[in-house]
């Protein structure tokens, strides 16, 4: 089936393969996608309302996901109780936890690889020479 598809997107007359449907050519295989929620390539956003939430996002980490945690609802001593339980989880399956703004933590597990930073305006202003400049 994937291969007459393809003959049909690589075949030599452009008015054929101009015939076909857009969404004959987007269908993903039922197949495909179970095999994914298996091997973790989901990225699950959570909001935690109470500590007892991060095993939950520590059971989509050890499923593979990626995980982004905002902890803007949850009171400072519960954010840093999930913070401390989630770096121990990280930290025992090889993966990797940033900062991505104010409360917003990015969590992955091992296989994936996280490129880039983001900087925090606090860090911003300490290092800016014209710091006094409201902008």
């Known amino acids: 089936m994937a291969l007459n598809k393809l003959k049909k997107l690589f075949a030599d007359d452009e008015d054929e393969n101009l015939m076909g449907t857009e969404d004959e050519y987007y269908n993903v295989d039922e197949e495909a996608l179970k095999e994914a929620d298996k091997t973790g390539n989901k990225m699950?956003?959570?909001?935690?309302?109470?500590?007892?939430?991060?095993?939950?996002?520590?059971?989509?980490?050890?499923?593979?996901?990626?995980?982004?945690?905002?902890?803007?609802?949850?009171?400072?001593?519960?954010?840093?109780?999930?913070?401390?339980f989630l770096s121990g989880c990280i930290y025992s399956i090889g993966g990797k936890m940033q900062k991505i703004g104010v409360g917003i933590y990015l969590c992955?597990?091992?296989?994936?690889?996280?490129?880039?930073?983001?900087?925090?305006?606090?860090?911003?202003?300490?290092?800016d020479d014209d710091s006094e400049i409201e902008w």
């Open 44 to 84: 699950i956003l959570m909001e935690p309302r109470a500590y007892s939430e991060s095993q939950q996002i520590a059971d989509h980490l050890k499923n593979r996901n990626s995980v982004v945690v905002n902890l803007k609802r949850v009171t400072s001593a519960q954010a840093k109780r999930i913070i401390d």
């Open 108 to 127: 992955t597990p091992k296989n994936v690889n996280i490129q880039g930073k983001i900087s925090d305006d606090a860090e911003k202003n300490k290092s």
